[in-house]
């Protein structure tokens, strides 16, 4: 069974940048589809950053152009580069992969993100 963990979260003042990492282990395909989620307290999950096979991306509006999505399909690694850091931007984040002979997307537990002065 394929696990995502997330690492790379924490405690930062706003304007500050944090970077996230995700690892999936026991899988034998490559990553076909990457992305980032947040929920923050008292909000729904949302979409904050896809990055796919080709290369293509998409972001949140509320983060385009403070946030950067990357990643190593062939060895189920994603990114997710911060700068610019909001105190909005604090949330539980987390990663979500799928992979090649499967159509189960697989979620990462979370790691938490805060930003506060």
């Known amino acids: 069974q394929v696990q995502l963990v997330e690492s790379g979260g924490g405690l930062v003042q706003p304007g500050g940048s944090l970077r996230l990492s995700c690892a999936a282990s026991?899988?034998?395909?490559?990553?076909?589809?990457m992305a980032w989620h947040r929920q923050a307290p008292g909000k729904e999950r949302e979409l904050v950053a896809v990055i796919r096979r080709d290369g293509s991306t998409n972001y949140a509006i509320s983060v385009q152009g403070r946030f950067t999505i990357s990643g190593d399909k062939d060895n189920n690694l994603v990114y997710l580069q911060m700068n610019m850091l909001k105190p909005e931007d604090t949330a539980v984040y987390y990663c979500?992969?799928?992979?090649?002979?499967?159509?189960?997307?697989?979620w990462g537990q979370g790691t938490q993100v805060t930003v506060s002065s």
């Open positions: 979500q992969m799928q992979f090649l002979g499967t159509m189960t997307m697989k």
């Open positions: 026991g899988s034998r395909f490559s990553s076909i589809y």
